[in-house]
């Protein structure tokens, strides 16, 4: 019998850690999951939703967990899905963001080098559309691809390009196999409720079973290129498959704004205008905004054969009836 490949998950208590995490299980492999803190309150959630993975502790600011992580778990694959991630937070505090999101990339790289691993095992960076920057003179009309410049707009872009630059410096410099997905929003059953659309669908659904009376959100006239997270994860691990690392983006190709997000999601429960619940909270306004991201997916369909299968009112809706179920199924 031959033995399972095993890969190691960085972010495995997140969003497409845990997308990815079931992906993987699926395809056989033997899945590892860094988690950090001695006491991490979303622990039993993972042990539960995902008994098949094994949980090493370790954290991306502390070099010597990384290694004992990849020692332990001796991985093919190695998926750095770990960050401070949220935008707004990284104005809030940068310092951590530039620790973790980018010096902690650095980190993930050294543990695989010095470990004697760098020719054995494949790394996926997780960058960002973010790196771009959505500024006017910056903005293609076909959408960002892998040769687009970058402009980033918040520290966490910032701490995200350097993670994007030390991947590639490590691929140029030791031959490693590191691929760099350039991923746009995705979103899902599984998104935080710190980001907005998930806030959006978890509002909506309360509304509608009379929990809350309306929502406070920051700005709604930006765009993003939203597409569903359970097909991204799906481009990541494609990625290492490719015969060389290199850069893809994964896009859906068409941007909608925060209010084409409301508007769907009110639709699910039969309100026609949502203005009368949503209300501005000055705070959640950012001190750089990035007005609009639209990748173009051509690199990776071509190339990969990846291609997205959610659509956007597809991606409102499932989350929409995921946050209604969620009441209902835990109503006494
Ligand atoms: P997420 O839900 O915010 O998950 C972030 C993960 O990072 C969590 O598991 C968190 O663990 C972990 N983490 C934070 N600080 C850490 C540290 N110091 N050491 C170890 N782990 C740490 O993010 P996501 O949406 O799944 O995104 C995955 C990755 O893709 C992130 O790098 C994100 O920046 C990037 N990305 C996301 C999108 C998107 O639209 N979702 C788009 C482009 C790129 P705790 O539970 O301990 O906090
Ligand atoms: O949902 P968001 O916080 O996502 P954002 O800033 O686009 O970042 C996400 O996508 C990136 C890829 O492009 C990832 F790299 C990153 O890790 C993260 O997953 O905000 C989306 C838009 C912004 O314009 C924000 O200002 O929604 C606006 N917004 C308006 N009200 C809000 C809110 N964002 C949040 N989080 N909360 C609000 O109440």
């Known amino acids: 019998m031959t033995e399972a490949r095993r890969a190691l998950i960085t972010g495995i208590t997140g969003q497409d850690?845990?997308?990815?995490?079931?992906?993987?299980?699926?395809?056989?492999?033997?899945?590892?999951?860094?988690?950090?803190g001695q006491n991490n309150p979303r622990r039993e959630a993972v042990t539960i939703e995902f008994p098949y993975v094994t949980l090493i502790e370790g954290d991306l600011i502390d070099p010597t967990s990384l290694v004992r992580a990849v020692e332990?778990?001796?991985?093919?694959?190695?998926?750095?899905?770990?960050?401070?991630?949220?935008?707004?937070?990284?104005?809030?505090?940068?310092?951590?963001?530039?620790?973790?999101?980018?010096?902690?990339?650095?980190?993930?790289l050294e543990a695989v080098r010095v470990t004697g691993r760098e020719h054995s095992t494949r790394v996926y960076q997780a960058s960002t559309s973010e790196m771009f920057g959505g500024l006017?003179?910056?903005?293609?009309?076909?959408?960002?691809?892998?040769?687009?410049?970058?402009?980033?707009?918040?520290?966490?872009?910032?701490?995200?390009?350097?993670?994007?630059?030390?991947?590639?410096?490590?691929?140029?410099?030791?031959?490693?196999?590191?691929?760099?997905?350039?991923?746009?929003?995705?979103?899902?059953?599984?998104?935080?409720?710190?980001?907005?659309t998930r806030k959006i669908s978890h509002a909506v659904a309360r509304i509608e079973r009379g929990l809350q009376p309306y929502v406070e959100l920051g700005d709604l006239w930006p765009k993003r290129d939203w597409g569903y997270a359970g097909d991204y994860v799906e481009g990541m691990w494609r990625?290492?498959?490719?015969?060389?690392?290199?850069?893809?983006?994964?896009?859906?190709?068409?941007?909608?704004?925060?209010?084409?997000?409301?508007?769907?999601?009110?639709?699910?429960?039969?309100?026609?205008?949502?203005?009368?619940?949503?209300?501005?909270?000055?705070?959640?306004?950012?001190?750089?905004?990035?007005?609009?991201?639209?990748?173009?997916?051509?690199?990776?369909?071509?190339?990969?054969?990846?291609?997205?299968?959610?659509?956007?009112?597809g991606l409102v809706r499932l989350m929409v009836a995921h946050d209604l179920q969620l009441i209902d199924t835990s109503r006494p």
Not at 18 to 36: C, N, S
């Open 17 to 36: 850690g845990g997308h990815l995490a079931e992906l993987l299980h699926d395809k056989g492999y033997e899945v590892f999951g860094l988690i950090r």
């Open 72 to 108: 332990a778990s001796d991985p093919a694959e190695v998926y750095n899905l770990a960050a401070v991630s949220h935008v707004g937070y990284s104005f809030k505090n940068p310092a951590l963001t530039a620790d973790v999101t980018a010096k902690g990339v650095l980190n993930v």
């Open 136 to 196: 006017d003179y910056n903005r293609p009309g076909a959408g960002y691809n892998e040769h687009s410049l970058f402009h980033p707009r918040s520290p966490y872009g910032v701490a995200k390009l350097y993670g994007h630059w030390i991947a590639k410096n490590y691929r140029e410099s030791y031959g490693m196999f590191v691929a760099c997905g350039i991923l746009f929003n995705h979103e899902g059953e599984r998104r935080g409720t710190e980001f907005v």
């Open 239 to 313: 990625m290492l498959q490719h015969p060389v690392p290199d850069d893809f983006v994964l896009a859906t190709g068409q941007t909608h704004s925060i209010e084409e997000f409301l508007t769907l999601a009110f639709a699910e429960i039969g309100v026609d205008d949502w203005r009368p619940y949503v209300k501005q909270d000055p705070a959640l306004l950012r001190p750089a905004e990035v007005d609009i991201l639209l990748g173009d997916p051509t690199k990776a369909e071509q190339e990969l054969g990846w291609r997205r299968k959610v659509d956007f009112p």
